[in-house]
Structures are given as C-alpha cells and as structure tokens.
C-alpha cells in the first residue's frame, strides 16, 4: 500500500457522521441540513438539453473516445468566459484546459507540480477546502496552514508564514471567494502573493469555484484578472481553477477548466494523458452552452442573494454573522454559552431541532501561525450552506435562533 494514504485526515462529513452516531433527532421537525456545500437550485432546461441532443449528435454521441484536451469549441467557450468576465485574454489552445470538475483538478495538479525530493511544502489557507490538504499529502508534501483573520474579514494572515516555510513552499493553494469565509482577496493580498511567488519559485492554485455567488456591487477579482492588471500577463507560475458547478448548478455533470501559465498546463496536460479524466462528449456539449451564456448565471445570484437577504438578519440576532463578500456560506461565531464547541453546538442542534451544520473546527486544523500550535481558526464557529430554498433556510434560521435561546 502507499504509506501516504495512512496520512489522509478523515473527511469533514465522516467526522460529522461520527458525531451523530447515537444522536437522535427530534422527530418533531423535518431534517433540514445546512450541512454539505452542494448546489440544489435547479439545473437550467437548456442545460439539460444540450447533453440529451449531444447524446444523439451523428456521427458519434458517445460512440467515441474524448481527447484529454477536450474538443477546441469547448475550448474556445472557455476562453471566453474569463475575456469577458475578467477582460482577460487566454489562448485556447496552450491556456487552457477543460477539467471533470475543478476537485479532481485541484488533486491532480499537486501531483503534476511537486517534486517531492526537495522536501516540499505546500500552503493553504486555514480553514480551506480540504482536497488541498489530501493532495499536497499524497504528492509527498507537507501542509502549512495559514489561520485567517476574523478581525480583517477572514483574510488570510500570509505574513505569518515564515520566510523559511516560504523557501521551501512548491505550491500555494489560495481559494477566493474563500470557502467556508467568503473573503474575496484583493488585489493588493494578490501583489504580496505575487512577489513571494517571484522570490520562492513557487506555483499558485488559484481556487475560484464560488466566483458568480457574491453579495457586493463588484464581482470578485480573479488571479488572472489580478495578474493581468499587475502586467503579468504571461500569468507566470498561476492557473486558475473555475467550475461550472456553482455557476449553472450542475455539480452532477462534472465540468470546470483551468487557466493560465501555458507551460504549467502542458505539464498538466500530459500527467492528465495518463491519469484519464477526459470529459465525456455530451458533458463538452453541455458546457459549452454553459459558459455561452450569463443569462442563467445573473437569475442564479439573484436567488442567492435574495436569499442571504433575508436569512443572515435573523441568524444575526443569536449568531456572530454577517453577510460574507461571496460564496454560498455563512460562516459563523457561536454564543460563549457553548464555550467554544462548535461540535456540542452542531450535535445539540440536531438532537433538539433535526437542523444540521458542519462544525467548524472540522474544516481547520491546529494553525501554525497567529495564536501558535493548538489554536484551531474554525474553533467556536460553524459553517451553513445556504443550498436548500429560501423557506427552508428560513426555517432553519428560525430553529437556530429558538436553540440558542434555549441555552442563554
Ligand atoms: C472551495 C472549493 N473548491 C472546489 C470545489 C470543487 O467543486 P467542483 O469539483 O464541483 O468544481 C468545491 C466544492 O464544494 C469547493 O468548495
């Protein structure tokens, strides 16, 4: 067996799972989970059917092998999701590359970039997406979390990364709109990454799934974006991972792509040739309609934010909450009456109102930085994906509002 597998933390919803072992939940009300970061508002129609008319397309519909690269219409729509979202211009053919969604992508890059006999060190934020984690392990490196700060809207403290982690760091995973924080990074957090990734040699992940789900006037700014407005326009040792899974609520269909350094991605490109992750014809025909069009993306925000709108207020009465910058979580500070424990708050919750949310402390490990060892940054918070319909997020609202109640 590969000895690394051994080092692979349990998943945040096994975790959870283990929690409820035992917990019965209140039968009184209906289970509504906030639990899991899985879109749920409906795929669009057209969607739908451009994969069931590709299926059928002569000559081939799935009569055929895809090529990794995809096919150059495929291509060519994903080059021109980001020239007119972020006014960047890519090429198609050596900047881009199709991905079966961006998690697969976000895995299989560490192991295309580290090289593991210079005792490599990737760093992510804390708390993060935790396929970062598994990666960096299993490409034989080691992790360095780096806490957020609650105090300067969850960004990420990059300053306490020491210079000589940095040394040695071969990958940086950032994640902007951040889950589960929601912090959109600026462009001035982008210019400080930029120089570090000058000096160290290292490459930049630049996670970007929740980019269409915001909450100000501006859209979030990309790493692309950010490069090109810094004159980086070759996006030296930087790409881009987008997914249409937020954007046009089709996580089922698996389909993203990445942008960026081309000679990051020819590498990429060929480690993909033999890992075989092509997307399947009718998903390419798909995604093409998808990223063509912004109509449905614009009717997708516009849900979500009305339905921010009127949960966060409410949560904001018993919880330490605001509206984030983007993303589809609220990320919250429980009351001093559970002293601290997000998984009590998480497990109670349940057993009293049959409502689940993921503890955060689940999605962090113990930070090297501000606060020293053992301080967890998503200690005494929870994460809720706000996924299911308004009236059922309200519901759920209304539940955690009553539950904290009961323990003041
Ligand atoms: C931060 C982040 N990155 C990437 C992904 C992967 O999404 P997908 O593989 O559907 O593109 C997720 C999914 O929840 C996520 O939260």
Redesign the pocket.
Known sequence: MNPLLSRLQPYPFERLRQLFAGVTPNAAYQPISLGI?EPKHPTPDFIKQALNEAMYAQPSGLAAYPATVGEPRLREACAGWPQRRYGVTLNATTQILPVA????A?FAFAQTVIDPTHQPVVVCPNPF?Q?YEGAALLAGAEPYYAPSDPSRNFAVDWDSVPAATWARTQLLYV?SPG?PTGAVMPLSEWEKLFALSDRHGFVIAS?E??SEIYFRDEPPLGGLEAAAKLGRTDYRNLVA?T?L?KRSNV?GM?S?FVAGDAALLKAFSLYRTYHGTALSPVVQAASVAAWNDEAHVVANRAMYREKFAQVTPLLAQVLDVRLPDASFYLWAGIPASFAGSDADFARDLLAQYNVTVLPGSYLARDSHGNGGLGYNPGAGRIRMALVAETAECLEAAQRIVQFVQSRT
Do not use: M, T
Not at 101 to 104: A, N, T, V
């Open positions: 970061g969604g961006s998690r697969e976000l997406y396929i994640c889950n996670d799934c929740y991972f997914s899974s996580p698996r993203g």
